[in-house]
């Protein structure tokens, strides 16, 4: 995949996506690019879509209108191209029954890794994500920071190039959260990353780059930097109805 | 890539006591019946010992016994394959974003079911296989017996999986395919006590195709029932998954 990077497509793209859900339009012609090396902070409060965006983005709901493409391919017309993201939502898909290191081979053997490579994929990952005390704990008994670094372990265990986490750090003390924000700061140098969070600190953290999505429309778009320091009061602003652009 | 998700639903299966109980309930029960056949045969055999056209150890113990495991199957197949969907909400993700296709997804959930099911019809068909010791048993009708209580049970393992697609809740599930089962098997009954003898009725009928193979009959007919029955069935439970996506 790296050698033609540069003439590749971006890797995500949303072109005019809408999504109906109950009669209820939660996402309304949403416009959104994501290339490699990049980590993009989907910001919302309850309710803004965000999670909608992101079941879209992996496949799980189909779009009522436009197009989700991955690397230029429309997840319903090739479905293996899934294989090409990692998703967290937002209660880690975990069983309860299995223990740390036997589901994560199994992610790697879901999405298709050579079976020699599996044992090297898992053991590399457990490092990575500081599972080693807990490899051959059953899932069901570990706590809730634990079990969403496992939930994070699989979205990258066969190293996807776009990883899409929805709330990976929401119900997590405060420890876990730096210790999994941390995670994710160090995802984005090597995937690209696409998150949802409607926790300020998350953004501040992890991403240089800032989408505001309020009621299932996108109200910015753009670098972090841009917004200044005080995220949050332009944050309020943009949900309340004014413009992150001209706040910034 | 369906035997993955396979060789995991066994793994999960045995990681948990609802089938480890549901194992050694059925063996229990079965061998009960078992004793209690073979006992009467015991009783019965000096009587028919010098009557070279009089039915054998196989005939009044073995098969029996295979009739008890299909009604046993009818009531146990819905608890096995209840928590497929209906109890994995949270784990499904997983699947239905690794890239494969719907119908793999089924096709893996199935294949695990029926292997769970092919060691459980194994092991209470031992007990009968155990006089073989003592006596000369038809092992090929015993044989053509285990051959159609498989296709019986693949066929309700099926059902099982479209009711746990249909159902939000694992006790729902059961209690539908239940209902299928249950329906499925007494369908021609209701007709024969009304007096009514129809050729279509007596066709979709369970025991109509599974008692041939308790004979030592093996038809193509009943064999196309079973295999239409079952993809029928999972055509839908991939529809149904299919769905999800669409609906939300």
């Known amino acids: ?248 | 890539m369906s035997l993955v998700i396979a060789r995991n639903e066994l793994r999960r299966l045995f990681a948990q006591p609802l089938a480890w109980a549901l194992l050694a309930a059925v063996v229990v029960v079965l061998a009960y019946f078992f004793l209690l056949t073979l006992q009467g045969f015991l009783v019965l055999m000096p009587k028919i010992a010098g009557n070279a056209a009089s039915p054998g150890v196989t005939d009044l113990v073995a098969l029996p016994l295979t009739r008890a495991i299909a009604s046993v199957l009818l009531l146990v197949v819905p608890l096995l394959g209840m928590r497929a969907f209906a109890g994995d909400r949270v784990a499904l993700p997983l699947l239905l974003t690794s890239g494969l296709s719907d119908a793999r997804v089924v096709l893996g959930k199935y294949i695990g079911l029926v292997a769970f099911l092919a060691l459980l019809i194994l092991a209470t068909l031992a007990m009968p296989l155990s006089l073989q010791v003592a006596t000369a048993l038809d092992l090929g009708r015993i044989a053509v017996a285990a051959l159609g209580l498989m296709s019986f049970a693949a066929t309700l393992a099926a059902l099982a999986l479209w009711a746990s697609a249909l159902a939000q809740q694992p006790a729902v599930a059961a209690g539908l395919a239940l209902v299928l089962n249950l329906l499925l098997w007494m369908l021609d009954a209701g007709a024969r006590y009304e007096g009514v003898s129809s050729d279509f009725i007596n066709y979709l009928a369970l025991p109509t195709h599974l008692e041939p193979f308790l004979h030592g009959i093996v038809a193509t007919v009943d064999i196309a029932y079973f295999l239409l029955l079952s993809t029928v069935a999972l055509a839908l439970t991939t529809r149904r998954l299919a769905a999800s996506r669409v609906r939300g």
Do not use: W
Not at chain 1, 64 to 72: F, R, T, W
Not at chain 1, 129 to 155: I, T
Not at chain 1, 239 to 245: H, L, Q
């Open chain 1, 1 to 248: 995949m790296s050698e033609n990077q540069a003439a590749a497509p971006v890797l995500l793209q949303l072109r005019a996506v809408s999504r109906v859900l109950a009669g209820r339009r939660v996402v309304a012609d949403l416009n959104l690019n994501l290339d490699r090396g990049s980590v993009l902070g989907l910001l919302g409060v309850n309710g803004a879509g965000k999670s909608t965006t992101l079941r879209m983005i992996a496949g799980l709901l189909t779009p009522s209108s436009g197009q989700v493409l991955i690397g230029g391919v429309d997840l319903r017309e090739e479905r293996a191209v899934a294989r090409r993201l990692g998703f967290l939502p937002e209660q880690a898909p975990l069983y309860p029954e299995l223990r740390v290191q036997e589901y994560l081979a199994f992610c790697a053997r879901l999405r298709g890794l050579r079976r020699d490579a599996i044992a090297p994929a898992v053991s590399r990952i457990i490092e990575r994500c500081g599972l080693g005390d807990v490899r051959r704990r059953l899932l069901g008994n570990l706590s809730k920071g634990f079990q969403q670094r496992v939930g994070l372990a699989q979205a990258i265990v066969h190293a996807p190039e776009l990883v899409v986490l929805d709330e990976p750090a929401s119900g997590l003390d405060p420890l876990q959260a730096v210790q999994i924000r941390a995670l994710v700061r160090e995802l984005g140098q090597e995937h690209a990353v696409i998150l949802s969070t409607h926790l300020l600190p998350d953004v501040q953290a992890c991403c240089e780059r800032v989408a505001i999505l309020h009621e299932g429309t996108l109200r910015y778009d753009g670098p972090r930097q841009a917004l200044g320091d005080d995220l949050e009061a332009i944050f309020l602003r943009v949900v309340s109805g004014g413009d992150a652009a001209v706040a910034a």
